[in-house]
């Protein structure tokens, strides 16, 4: 299960997300994503009630990454420990702005 | 009882019998109204004449000389009317023709002035009275017509009598006043006639009517059978053989559109030939849709012994070489998988040991493993450390990665004379590391990007140096992942005391112990991910020296 709070205002764009990000549920944050990030500059994901993260939901956020390389930056904050050991083993913590 | 009820249910049955029900009731009206306005008229007719016969026959009468005929006097005029009124009553057909005086205080006794009888009539027995014949009135309603001529100038009174229970046949009594000079009711004369023409003529009348009523019945229920037979009875039968047949064979039948000119039936005929032909397509799309996914189930199964045999996967895999022991297993949650491991000697010294995690699951994570595990196993047979054999894959994937996906792998070449490892971890997990005599342990190695997630990326190296008897253990993420029904993970604490659990066991018999535990930790709950591990046991340089024919 995961749920999906985003907020766009002013090329800002906060998604909160709960529970877990993995196979079934990367699809509906990358379609999600698809229909937000157009004139987005400022990406912020709130990982604050994420619980796990698997390699599909890795993929979604590098992708989100390359677009905001284009056209402006990107930062997650809030992650858990059990996140962050993740982006820390698979060196997603060199190429994500990690707060 | 078979019969009927098998009548009960022919629809043709029941409208033809509805239909002669109605006919019954309505003959039945005709007849009751035919037969009560025909008698009405009968009786009118018979009242008009008789009345004339009456009006005719009081003027033969002197109406100024009824008393005096009962006292007795003027005896020559009466014998004369008396014959005239004989003649009159033979002549006329009648039964009886009579004058009387009334009593008018009451109207309940007369005295009869002239008596002439016919009984060749109507077959009677009446004895003519006497001048001067005292009488009661014998009932009311006579009472009453008397008075009615004596008093309201009423021109005459008719008495039927038909259907009479005292023997006598049907007849009608026509009173008429008979009038003296002054123009009062003098006297009252009564005709009595039989009234048997009514029922002579009222009896084939109704025959008639019962009998036309009955041809139409049999004239309608011939054309009724006839017109349903041939419009609804033969069209539903065909409709409903054709269905029936449809069903048996399921082959498309003729057309039964047309088969009638009601929109009813017309409707019901397309109904069914559509529902034949969306049948027969849907049974067909359903066959193709079976073939069509019987042939996918084939290109897996097929694609899943490709895959399956693209990785080594005979054991022991080097039965010649004492110097070390390896073991790997592959499962993936599909029928194929995004995981691999591979090992490998590039010279026989050196001894490669690899395993990856394609992001994502099935067709294309796995399409994306054999992609990345040919030109991993290519770039590393050519020789070199891992770092620069990561940094080659890594841009020969993100050269060609249109799907965005990655992969992470951890990458060891281990230099069988000395034990040396030398490895690269591009975003796998940490390996698990047992010294000789020891537990297995986390291996908390530097870690790198994924491959193919970002161009540029450099891999370093680190070195390990093994002894004789430590073991390594490598595993994708689908071992620590493995997910409970209450959604808890299996973790790297539970493998690692699955490992520790018989740790001086050879590879083979450490990752049974990590698969039981990991099956007994999910109790059947459905796994969605695959689930890969490696293990290898270096057991020294100089075991290596067994191998009899080999030169050094």
């Known amino acids: ?99 | 009882m078979d019969r009927l009820r098998k009548l009960r249910s022919s629809m043709a049955a029941n409208i033809i019998g509805a239909i002669l029900a109605l006919l019954a009731i309505f003959g039945l009206i005709v007849s009751v109204f035919g037969f009560v306005s025909f008698t009405d008229a009968f009786k009118n007719e018979y009242t008009v004449s008789t009345y004339h016969m009456a009006d005719t026959a009081t003027t033969l009468v002197n109406g100024d000389h009824l008393d005096a005929y009962l006292r007795g006097e003027e005896t020559e005029e009466y014998e004369r009317t008396r014959s005239y009124l004989d003649i009159y009553c033979k002549r006329m057909n009648v039964s009886i023709i009579y004058v009387i005086e009334v009593d008018r205080s009451d109207y309940g006794r007369f005295v009869s002035v002239f008596n002439h009888v016919n009984n060749a009539v109507d077959d009677t027995s009446y004895t003519a009275w006497e001048l001067g014949h005292e009488r009661e009135t014998t009932n009311d309603e006579y009472r009453q017509k008397y008075q009615a001529i004596y008093e309201q100038g009423s021109p005459y009174e008719t008495v039927y009598r038909i259907r009479t229970n005292d023997g006598l046949h049907s007849h009608i009594t026509t009173m008429v006043p008979v009038k003296n000079s002054s123009g009062d009711a003098a006297g009252i004369l009564c005709i009595q006639r039989p009234v048997r023409e009514i029922y002579d003529a009222r009896r084939p009348y109704l025959r008639s009517i019962v009998f036309s009523t009955l041809l139409l019945s049999l004239l309608a229920s011939v054309f009724a059978v006839g017109y349903l037979r041939v419009h609804l009875v033969t069209p539903i039968r065909r409709v409903s053989d054709e269905a029936a047949r449809f069903a048996r064979e399921g082959t498309k039948g003729e057309d039964l559109e047309g088969i009638s000119p009601y929109k009813e039936l017309s409707g019901l005929a397309a109904s069914i030939d559509k529902m034949e032909t969306d049948t027969l397509r849907y049974m067909e799309n359903l066959s193709t849709a079976a073939a069509e996914k019987e042939r996918i189930g084939f290109e897996l199964s097929l694609a899943s012994r490709i895959q399956a045999a693209s990785i080594p996967s005979e054991f022991p895999a080097f039965p010649e070489r004492k110097d070390f022991d390896i073991y790997g297993v592959m499962d993936p949650a599909r029928d194929v998988g995004g995981d691999f491991y591979n090992f490998f000697l590039v010279d026989d010294d050196h001894l490669a040991l690899a395993i990856g995690d394609v992001s994502g699951k099935g067709i294309p994570a796995s399409l994306f493993m054999m992609v990345t595990n040919i030109i991993l196993t290519d770039r590393t047979r050519m020789g070199g450390g891992p770092g620069e054999i990561l940094d080659y894959v890594n841009r020969e994937i993100c050269a060609h990665n249109s799907a965005e996906m990655f992969v992470t792998i951890w990458l060891g070449i281990l230099e069988l004379s000395t034990g040396r490892l030398t490895a690269s971890n591009a975003g796998h997990e940490y390996p698990a590391l047992m010294r000789a005599g020891g537990a297995f342990a986390l291996y908390k190695d530097k870690h790198a990007f994924v491959i193919g997630g970002m161009e540029g990326v450099r891999y370093r190296e680190y070195e390990l140096k093994l002894s004789p008897g430590d073991k390594l253990f490598v595993y994708t993420d689908g071992v620590p992942e493995a997910t409970a029904a209450d959604e808890t993970m299996f973790g790297t604490e539970r493998m690692l005391a699955a490992l520790n659990e018989d740790a001086q066991a050879a590879p083979e018999r450490l990752l049974r112990n990590v698969r039981r535990a990991v099956d007994g930790f999910v109790q059947g709950t459905e796994q969605f991910d695959d689930l890969t591990m490696l293990c290898i046991e270096y057991r020294g340089g100089s075991a290596r020296t067994d191998e009899p024919t080999r030169e050094e």
């Open chain 1, 1 to 99: 299960m995961l749920n999906i709070i985003k907020t766009v205002e002013n090329g800002k764009a906060v998604f909160t997300l709960e529970g877990r990000l993995d196979t079934t549920t990367a699809s509906a944050l990358e379609k999600e994503l698809a229909e937000s990030l157009e004139g987005v500059s400022e990406l912020c994901f709130d990982f604050a009630g994420l619980d796990y993260i698997s390699s599909a939901g890795l993929r979604v956020l590098l992708a989100a990454q390359k677009t905001m390389n284009r056209q402006g930056e990107m930062k997650i904050v809030h992650a858990g420990e059990i996140v962050r050991e993740v982006f820390d083993v698979t060196g997603f913590s060199d190429i994500l702005t990690i707060v």
